[in-house]
C-alpha cells in the first residue's frame, strides 16, 4: 500500500512542479513544450531503468547510480536556469513557496523505517526534514499572500529547506548498499530508494525543489526594499505609508 501511494504521489508532485515551473513562467509555447518533453522523457527514463533494476546496488561497480542521476538531472537543471533564469525570478513567490508543501509527504520515509525497509540517520533527517519543511511552507505562503513583512522568516525557512535536502542527499549516499564509501553499516540502508517509486524523489523531485529554493534565494538576494516597484517585481511588496 506504501508503495502505491508513493507513486502516485511522487508522479503527481513530479507533474505539478514541473507544470507550475514551466506552464507559468513566460517563456514561448515552444520553449515550455521543449521542457515538457524533455521532463516527461527524463521522469519515463527514470522509472524504465528502475523498472529494469539498473539502479540496483552493485549494478555500476561501486557508483551509487541513484546520486549520480541526480546529479545529472541536477546539471540539467541549473543549465535550464542558466537560460531561464529571469523567467523562474518572475514566478510569484507565494507560488515558489507553497510548491514545498508536498514535502510534507516525507513522512511517507517514517513509514519505511518503521517497516524496517529505510535506516536511520538518513530516515529520519529526510522524513522529519521534509516534515517540518513543509508545514512551515503553509504559513509563510500565506504571509507572501497578505503581502506581509516576511523577508526574515522566508530566509530562515528557504536555507533551512536547502540544507535538509543536502544533508538528507549526503547521509542517502553514505548508507547506500554496495558502495566502498558507505559509513552507516546498520539495517538496510537506502535500498529502497534504488527501487520503484522512490527513486524518483532523488533522481525526480529533490533537484526541482533546489531548483525552487534557489528561485527563492535570488529573488530576496535581489529585492530592493527601499523601492516599491522593485519590492513588488521580486514578489515583496512595502508596507502601505501613512501621512
Known amino acids: 500500500m506504501i508503495d502505491i501511494i508513493g507513486a502516485i504521489g511522487g508522479t503527481a508532485v513530479y507533474a505539478i512542479i514541473v507544470g507550475t515551473l514551466v506552464g507559468c513562467s513566460t517563456i514561448n509555447p515552444q520553449q515550455k513544450l521543449t521542457l515538457f518533453v524533455t521532463a516527461a522523457i527524463w521522469g519515463g527514463l527514470m522509472v524504465a531503468i528502475a523498472a529494469l533494476g539498473g539502479f540496483a546496488p552493485g549494478s555500476a ?144 523531485l529533490v533537484p526541482l525543489f533546489l531548483l525552487i529554493h534557489l528561485t527563492i534565494g535570488t529573488k530576496l538576494s535581489s529585492a530592493q526594499p527601499s523601492t516599491q516597484h522593485a519590492g513588488v517585481r521580486n514578489g515583496f511588496h512595502q508596507p502601505r505609508r501613512t501621512a
Open 61 to 204: 561497480g561501486p557508483i551509487a547510480l541513484p546520486v549520480f542521476a541526480f546529479a545529472l538531472f541536477l546539471a540539467m537543471l541549473w543549465a535550464a536556469w542558466s537560460r531561464f533564469r529571469h523567467a523562474l525570478i518572475a514566478l510569484p513567490m507565494p507560488m515558489l513557496i507553497a510548491l514545498n508543501t508536498a514535502r510534507i509527504g516525507g513522512v511517507l520515509f517514517l513509514l519505511l523505517a518503521a517497516q524496517g525497509r529505510l535506516s536511520d540517520p538518513f530516515a529520519a533527517s529526510a522524513g522529519w526534514g521534509d516534515i517540518l519543511t513543509g508545514l512551515l511552507a503553509i504559513p509563510i505562503a500565506c504571509m507572501a499572500r497578505r503581502r506581509e513583512n516576511f523577508a526574515a522568516p522566508l530566509k530562515l525557512w528557504n536555507a533551512f529547506g536547502a540544507v535538509d535536502l543536502a544533508v538528507a542527499i549526503s547521509l542517502g549516499a553514505l548508507s547506500a548498499p554496495g558502495t566502498p564509501f558507505r559509513v552507516f553499516t546498520e539495517g538496510p540502508g537506502t535500498l529502497a530508494m534504488t527501487q520503484l517509486p522512490w527513486i524518483m524523489v532523488a533522481a525526480m
